[in-house]
DNA sequence: CCGGACCCGGGACATTTGTCACGGCCGGGT
DNA sequence: ACCCGGCCGTGACAAATGTCCCGGGTCCGG
């Protein structure tokens, strides 16, 4: 029996795909969590062969929960599973030690699949998006950078970055017009859609 | 047996669930789309009891597609299941004639039953999501008002909005500037985000 | 018929945003 | 030792944005 712990925020689909690996002969649901923040402790617990993560949840990254299991349950296979296959999202779940990247697009018959060769020890990756994620090159943003993108979200203003980043306003508008120009677009918003497209956000 | 069709556009999620109510022994999944403009066609083919209806989905919104299905099968019951619980869908999907709302949060178990309340013709709305809408009140944005934030995500230019809408860029910044006002926000971006919040989008 | 709401546009103005040039400070590599 | 890159800041400037006026048009309900 292959022991799987399952991360997933939509409680939909966190109980769909459940019931469904459990149909599995070979497969059993040893944990189901809904935050991000709740995988260790769940893995430390129930001790599964694999993690099937999603990226975006409550609490804490899929990637570095991912990171942690690394460290905490190196014995445990960490497949993430997201809605956005965005190149930079690829890239960081492999560092991370991810041995898998799949999109919730594509059929449900390739996540039981998917379980059973990261078991295996054989990384299941989408050639194309593989592809794309070596094309797309690395994160040109600097981590400055990337705080200022990432806390202009709906709608801050400059002022509003700048205090929550303990920064000059001036300053945080260097680091934006750098991330503009790094990401070839326009005005903020375009940048910060570009970078999240690439999942350098 | 409860002919259900099932509008969905991503495929894990669109398999996971048709498998699961195939699963009960009242319940048939005649028809599966993962396009909005699929919908109509599908459900003159397939002649369903009940329709299952994401509201983002490529081609057409679902709850056009519930609106659509009202004039061209009256008696195909429709069911909206959506990630989001904003109070102006809820208002909008009763308004299409819809006759159950669900979030894609909560337990996999009401998917079924719903669809059963469904076909018994009750009404299956979380009495929490309810309440919002109704003290939310009614949308206060005008069409115009609407196309504009609409057209101004991703970051767009006032030039480009005036473009896209074949307007003046100094129509373009009064509709915004009282969109802006009338949800009580600083800027484009907060406006967007507040009326998306509102489902008035 | 009149008021009110929506649609469309113009002009003027203050504020915000994006760009550029320029400093200084640190740490790592050659 | 030196340079380079990232970090933090300033000042000045052009462009974009948001606000407030104003005008005109339509349509609908009282």
């Keep these: ?18 019931l469904l690996l459990g149909m599995e002969p070979d497969i059993e649901v040893v944990a189901q969590v809904g935050r991000g923040d709740e995988i260790v ?9 694999v993690a099937l993560l999603d990226i975006e949840l409550p609490g ?13 349950t190196p014995d445990c296979r960490v497949l993430i599973l997201t809605t956005f296959g965005r190149p930079g ?5 492999m560092e ?3 041995v898998g990247f799949l999109v919730k697009d594509g059929p449900v018959e ?14 299941v990756i989408d050639p194309a998006l593989a592809a794309a994620a070596l094309s797309a090159g690395p994160n040109p943003l600097t981590a400055r950078e990337r705080d200022a ?10 002022a509003d970055i700048a205090a929550g980043l303990h920064l000059s306003e001036s300053t945080v508008r260097n680091y934006l017009s750098s991330a503009i120009g790094k990401t070839g677009t326009r005005n903020r918003m375009e940048a910060v859609r570009a970078a999240r497209r690439q999942g350098w956000l």
């Excluded at 029996?1 to 459940?18: H, N, T, W």
Aim: glycine residues 8%; charged residues 30%.
């Design 149 to 158: 993108l990432a806390a202009s979200v709906d709608g801050a203003t400059i």
């Design 41 to 49: 402790d769940a893995a430390l617990l129930s001790r599964p062969d």
């Design 89 to 93: 999202y690829l890239r960081r779940a």
């Design 1 to 18: 029996m292959i022991r799987v712990l399952l991360a997933e925020d939509q409680g939909m689909m966190r109980g769909a795909l459940a």
């Design 110 to 123: 390739e996540l039981a699949e998917a379980v059973r060769k990261a078991l295996r020890g054989e990384t």
């Design 60 to 72: 804490r990254s899929g990637l570095d929960a991912a990171a942690d299991l690394r460290d905490e």
């Design 96 to 98: 991370a030690g991810a």
